[in-house]
């Protein structure tokens, strides 16, 4: 899963970046709107995590303009501000959920994984394909019931694809949900990774658009 961090207070923000890693998420940070709106049209993120009292203008604004131009990526909203109000104004204007600081980071990982999977159209915290189950918010995958592991990108890079339910992902929209957009990648990174996926979970797990990207293959 991959996060966008919008916050401009370093040591929150460090702190959600170290946590939201041990729970299987790449996570992406900015400070201020303007690399908010950089950065989202930029990279393949799967959620956001939105502050509200930024240096260049107020979050709500700028979650209010998303939502006018039609992005539906899921928003959580993280902030001090705790008046019934302000969550209610934060919600009609396009919040998928309202998180209060202080917060315990395991609920605002559940959270998180919960609204990417009802953004990917799934009720339960698992997915399964064929053989396959995958629990994302643990980063366990079992393959005919037996237990695989997978290293940190190689479970982004599934949860990527599961998530996509067929469709084609580019090569920079995978690059994205397993790097970022500050790491250095090698050129063949990504092929390596799908190698390794292939190796584990099934040859045509993983099926190959020329000059389009990838996609899930049909389940053995």
């Known amino acids: 899963m991959h996060v966008l961090l919008v916050e401009d207070d370093d040591l929150v923000a460090s702190g959600l970046e170290a946590g939201l890693e041990l729970h ?3 996570v992406d940070r900015v400070r201020s709107r303007r690399e908010a709106v950089a950065a989202l049209e930029q990279l393949a993120s ?3 995590v939105l502050d509200l009292g930024l240096p260049d203008g107020d979050g709500l604004e700028l979650l209010s303009q998303w939502r006018r131009q039609g992005l539906d990526i899921p ?5 001090a501000r705790d008046a019934v109000q302000d969550r209610v104004l934060g ?9 209060l600081k202080p ?8 959270r998180l994984h919960a609204l990417v999977r009802r953004a990917a159209g799934r009720s339960v915290p698992e997915i399964r394909h064929g053989d396959i189950r995958m629990r994302p918010s643990t980063g366990e995958v079992y393959r005919a019931g037996e237990p695989v592991t997978l290293s940190r ?16 992902m580019s090569e920079e929209q995978l690059k994205d949900s397993l ?3 500050d790491a250095e990648v090698a050129s063949n990174a990504l ?3 799908i190698y390794h996926l292939r190796r584990k979970l099934g040859r045509n797990l993983i099926l190959t658009e020329r000059g389009l990207g990838y996609r899930l293959g049909d389940p053995e």
């Open 91 to 99: 919600l009609e204007a396009g919040a998928d959920d309202y998180v």
């Open 24 to 26: 299987h998420c790449v």
């Open 179 to 181: 790097y970022g957009m």
């Open 103 to 110: 917060f315990e980071l395991d609920e605002l990982a559940a």
């Open 75 to 79: 928003v959580l909203i993280l902030t």
């Open 153 to 168: 990108r190689e479970l982004a890079l599934l949860e990527k694809l599961l998530n996509a339910r067929g469709a084609v």
């Open 191 to 193: 092929n390596v990774h």
């Open 46 to 48: 799967d959620v956001v």
